[in-house]
């Protein structure tokens, strides 16, 4: 007598996988060979599931390493990225600086300049 798929499958079971949590439960040794096969279905969409959880964390953990700035950057690159990280705080400042307006904003660049080149140093 030849295996059945669903016997052949259970052999291939990842040994931390959902599907082998489920052989291991009582319910199982009590199911009829369809409920086992509806229970198969369950345990490995949930195994995808948790796949593609994992290659998502994995992705994010990798842009956020390949999005850091060092501190050595050009100031340009520094506020663009500051500008990607905080929205918010970007579009106050633009605001301020639109109601301060650009005489204003001329002559403290021009008093703040020279404070900060020395502090570079």
Do not use: N
Request: proline content about 6%; charged content about 20%; aromatic content about 4%.
């Amino acid at each position: 007598m030849s295996e059945t798929p669903i016997q052949s499958a259970a052999s291939s079971v990842a040994p931390g996988s959902a599907l082998a949590a489920l052989e291991k439960e009582a319910r199982w040794a009590h199911a009829t060979v369809q409920e086992q096969a509806v229970l198969r279905r369950i345990a490995q969409q949930r195994d995808r599931l948790a796949a593609r959880k994992a290659a998502k964390q994995q992705a994010r953990t990798l842009q956020a390493q390949t999005q850091a700035i060092p501190a050595d950057a050009p100031f340009v690159e520094r506020a663009l990225a500051f500008a990607r990280l905080h929205p918010l705080a970007s579009v106050g400042l633009v605001g301020v600086a639109l109601w301060v307006g650009p005489r204003k904003l001329m002559r403290v660049g021009m008093a703040v300049l020279p404070l900060l080149s020395k502090l570079r140093r």
